[in-house]
């Protein structure tokens, strides 16, 4: 950080170990303060249908928690149906060609929006929402506002995992981790270092690929540009994951973002650090 001559502080997001970012896309890895507030999320006798065989969940149990009524944060932000990857023409959702050991078929009927449940209707969303903000504010994301489009929860079995996939271009997502995994080597069969990690992969120009790894642990959580790559390694239960994607809004290129003293430029690409 450093001071700027109107004297408020400046993010160095160059020096920042907790911010990754090749060819536009970008993570931010923090720890979420009131993550067990959501642990209610997976009680087992609420949970609902067990969406992992549409899904790229393997050896776990995936079940949506959107809620009817979905609030925002900032002005109105359209909420959109393209981000419910249950076809395989949606970019970034492998089809069934491609992952053949599952059981999907392009003819399953979307469960969008699904259920509303009174338990999940009780998350207090503004929380999230402010905290989610006050990480893109402090690494001067040029995002204005954000909705919850779709919510879910992953309970992983012992050596379940999640191939590898993206959400896509319409949207911000972020993981949730409620617990940490076991690190055992030297077994054939035991937890390794690597288990249950998440894993991300960013394309530089090149064609090179930038390769994140996130070791999960209470709380911790990555908000990610909804193109990341990313997947899980196999695992040893309990291994829970809260997901969010949020539907967002850029700010104009003729409004300045808070924090920052340019505006943003169409044309010249943000000055983020190649890692």
Not at 117 to 140: A, T
Not at 209 to 218: A, D
């Amino acid at each position: 950080m450093h001071k700027r001559e109107d004297g408020r502080t400046q993010v160095d997001i160059s020096q920042d170990p907790n911010f990754h970012s090749a060819n536009n896309q970008w993570i931010i890895d923090n720890k979420c303060p009131f993550y067990e507030k959501f642990l209610p999320l997976f009680d087992h006798e609420n949970r609902g249908i067990d969406e992992s065989e549409i899904k790229t969940t393997f050896n776990g149990y995936q079940y949506d928690i959107t809620p009817a009524i979905l609030p925002e944060f900032g002005g109105s932000v359209v909420r959109s149906d393209k981000m419910n990857p249950d076809s395989p023409e949606v970019a970034g959702f492998p089809s069934s060609e491609t992952m053949k050991e599952t059981t999907f078929e392009p003819s399953v009927a979307s469960k969008f929006p699904p259920i509303d449940k009174e338990k999940f209707n009780g998350i207090d969303w503004q929380e999230l929402y402010e905290w989610v903000m006050s990480r893109i504010r402090h690494y001067q994301l040029p995002i204005k506002n954000i909705k919850v489009s779709k919510t879910w929860c992953v309970d992983y079995y012992d050596y379940g995992y999640q191939a590898i996939h993206h959400h896509g271009p319409l949207c911000i997502s972020m993981v949730m981790f409620m617990d940490d995994q076991q690190q055992v080597s030297g077994s054939e069969n035991g937890m390794t270092a690597q288990n249950g990690m998440l894993y991300t992969l960013m394309p530089h120009p090149d064609g090179t690929m930038l390769y994140n790894q996130f070791g999960p642990y209470p709380g911790r959580t990555i908000i990610m540009d909804g193109r990341v790559w990313h997947g899980v390694y196999p695992c040893k239960a309990p291994r829970r994951s809260f997901v969010v994607d949020f539907d967002f809004e850029y700010y104009k290129p003729n409004e300045v973002i808070p924090g920052m003293q340019m505006q943003l430029n169409p044309d010249v690409s943000p000055n983020w650090p190649r890692k």
